[in-house]
């Protein structure tokens, strides 16, 4: 582990002195071999869906795992939106002349060596690749065993592009164990990492946060609300929950929990059941949910506290944009949070008042996306507060250092 990871900060000092028409054709390059080679992905990934057949996983992570041409040509899109990316490093983010005549500069730089560590989703291996190389960051990838073949295969194409314009290979790597314990080496790595990004399961944020000495920026859990306020458009507020829950429910964007406005509960729960319907959405609800629609599963606190990533959805009825207020930071983990209304003073009362890294008005929870947000991609959708929230682009993986010029100065 540590003969691998010397070499991956040796490679740091190399990508600090690419300039940014460099990283652009490396990328494009990369965009190209993934649509060239796109024959040998989908072979590996046919041996990891093999596995995860075998292995019972749910049908939300054989989703989240599963490449077909069209995803292979999202991940090429998506890279090639990232070299078309303005260059995130040497950016001058400030300046001015202290009264001694030295001229200070803040200036963007690369963070360094960036260990990325994620299950299931091969594309991250990609996406996290061309964000870290793009910032100039070397990008140490930890991927699920159940995506392996693929990650291989995805990563063995991204380092033949590098070697090709005299890079080294070391810039975009496999974590060579796989194993719980190869990951507890690599968060406690801080003489060679910089920077940790887990992108997973609750139990695996949980263990990466309380166990690294690596600084991390964390992905929390995805339970995101959305609220329909008594002042809604009650035919825009069904789609836009449909949308939430339904359109892709493995994700992390994707609506767990949903508030209606005690005002309209009648009429609303209705016309929310009849929309779910065709969807087979598992539809649990409060009691007062459960008094207009009886057949729905009845949902306990644990079902609030859950992030499903499955076709299924709590219902809690409060008392206004006060009671779906209190909800969401009870329950809440700060990822995306949604209201449904034409009521300008709640919306802004409720965009204002919650702390999540999205806040939205009329519109579903889904569009939390880094490419969505013209990013090309993000490296993982930040619940911290620092240093980054939100999804991650190329601009979040840089820090910054003081650039001091002189002419003789002293201090005395």
């Known amino acids: 582990m540590e003969e691998f990871l010397i070499r991956a900060k040796k490679s740091a000092s190399e990508l600090v002195k690419i300039d940014g028409a460099k990283k652009k054709r490396v990328l494009q390059d990369m965009a190209k071999a993934l649509r060239d080679h796109r024959a040998a992905i989908l072979e590996a990934n046919a041996k990891d869906l093999a596995y995860a057949r075998e292995a019972n996983l749910s049908a939300a992570l054989i989703d989240r795992l599963l490449l077909d041409e069209s995803r292979i040509e999202g991940m090429a899109r998506s890279i090639e939106e990232i070299a078309a990316l303005k260059d995130p490093v040497g950016r001058v983010l400030d300046g001015w002349v202290i009264d001694n005549g030295l001229r200070i500069e803040k200036v963007s730089i690369p963070i360094g060596v960036i260990g990325v560590i994620y299950e299931s989703r091969p594309n991250v291996t990609s996406d996290a690749a061309a964000l870290c190389f ?3 960051n070397v990008a140490i990838l930890k991927g699920g065993k159940e995506a392996r073949h693929s990650n291989e295969a995805i990563a063995k194409l991204l380092q033949e592009s590098l070697k090709a314009h005299g890079l080294p290979e070391e810039a975009i790597s496999l974590l060579p164990d796989y194993s719980r314990e190869g990951v507890d080496k690599l968060i406690r790595m801080d003489k060679y990492v910089d920077l940790i990004i887990p992108r997973g399961g609750e139990a695996l944020i949980r263990h990466i946060t309380r166990n690294a000495t690596v600084p991390v920026v964390k992905h929390d859990k995805g339970l995101c609300h959305t609220y329909i306020d008594k002042d809604a458009d009650f035919d825009e507020a069904v789609r836009i929950a449909v949308n939430a829950k339904v359109q892709r429910p493995g994700v992390c ?18 016309k929310l059941y009849e929309a779910f319907k065709p ?3 598992t539809l649990k609800g409060c009691a007062l949910t459960k008094e207009v629609l009886p057949d729905i599963e009845e949902a306990d606190e644990e079902d609030f506290h859950t992030e499903y990533l499955e076709n299924i959805l709590s219902i809690k009825v409060v008392d206004g944009v006060d009671g779906a207020i209190e909800h969401i930071r009870t329950f809440g983990s700060g990822h995306s949070e949604a209201i449904v209304t034409q009521n300008y003073e709640t919306a802004e009362r409720f965009l204002n008042e919650i702390d999540a890294a999205c806040v939205y008005l009329n519109a579903s929870t889904r569009f939390t996306d880094g490419g969505v947000f013209g990013f090309g991609a993000e490296v993982g959708i930040s619940t911290n507060k620092l240093h980054a929230r939100g999804p991650m682009g190329i601009n979040d993986l840089t820090t910054y250092k003081y650039k001091i010029y002189g002419h003789g100065q002293i201090r005395e």
């Open 134 to 136: 793009k910032s100039g």
């Open 253 to 270: 964007n994707a609506m767990e929990t949903l508030l209606i406005d005690y005002a309209i509960k009648d009429e609303i729960l209705l």
């Open 279 to 281: 969807h087979l959405t």
